[in-house]
């Protein structure tokens, strides 16, 4: 069997969704830079660096999640569409309190 590291993305969500949970664990791992580059890009109004990471976090979780593997985008463009999302929705949220 081959190394984690040497699938793609899409392979790996294949696995996943097969029952092998240690890939989920490496793919948050994998992305969790993109996550720390959204959350420091941006404010959170009574909130501090760490929540938006949370978010983003939930974000790239959601996008491990519902990513199909028979769409044309890359996981990576799904990842960092679900993580910007999440990131904006909790600036939204925390605005309007």
Known sequence: MKE???????????????GNQSV???????????V?????????????????I??????????VQDYDVDQEASFFSFARLCVTRQLYSAIEASNRK
């Open 4 to 18: 984690v590291q040497q699938y793609t993305d899409e392979e790996l969500i294949v696995q996943l969704r097969n």
């Open 24 to 34: 989920e664990t490496y793919l948050l791992n994998k992305y969790k830079g993109l």
């Open 36 to 52: 720390l580059k959204k959350a420091h890009a941006m404010f959170l109004a009574g909130g501090e660096t760490e929540d938006l």
């Open 54 to 63: 949370q978010e983003g976090m939930i974000g790239l979780f959601k996008a």
